[in-house]
């Protein structure tokens, strides 16, 4: 088990940048595969980046590659999203989860993802 605490989130402007941090704390952290989810209101849970815990392999969904980076440091105990050329429609609460030991393929499927933040929320303004 690893323990996540989301922050960074507020509101933006349409355009504006955005970097919201994950503080991750556990025996085994770095042998996670580590995402960002988000969730609008009403609609499902949306895995939205990830990257690999033995070789920084990413992975990105449609809706944010080209705008959004991934990236973790301190032997993977935090982990970034930054969120570029921000839009209404990414307007959500962002959640920070973990998977043990993902393999490459599995990293875009949010249901291997059984570590959670508390979430953070960001607000885009158009």
């Known amino acids: 088990q690893v323990q996540l605490v989301e922050s960074g989130g507020g509101l933006v402007q349409a355009g504006d940048s955005l970097r919201l941090s994950c503080a991750a704390s556990?025996?085994?952290?770095?042998?996670?595969?580590m995402g960002w989810l988000r969730q609008a209101p009403g609609k499902e849970r949306e895995l939205i980046a990830a990257?690999?815990?033995?070789?920084?392999?990413?992975y990105y969904s449609d809706s944010v590659k080209g705008r959004f980076t991934i990236s973790r440091v301190d032997n993977g105990n935090t982990v970034y999203l930054e969120m570029n050329n921000l839009k209404p429609e990414d307007t959500a609460v962002y959640y920070c989860?973990?998977?043990?030991?993902?393999?490459?393929?599995?990293?875009?499927?949010?249901?291997?993802?059984?570590?959670w933040g508390q979430g953070t929320q960001v607000t885009v303004s158009s």
């Open positions: 990257i690999g815990w033995s070789d920084g392999t990413t």
């Open positions: 989860a973990a998977g043990f030991a993902l393999r490459f393929d599995l990293l875009g499927k949010k249901d291997y993802y059984d570590n």
């Open positions: 556990g025996r085994t952290v770095s042998s996670y595969a």
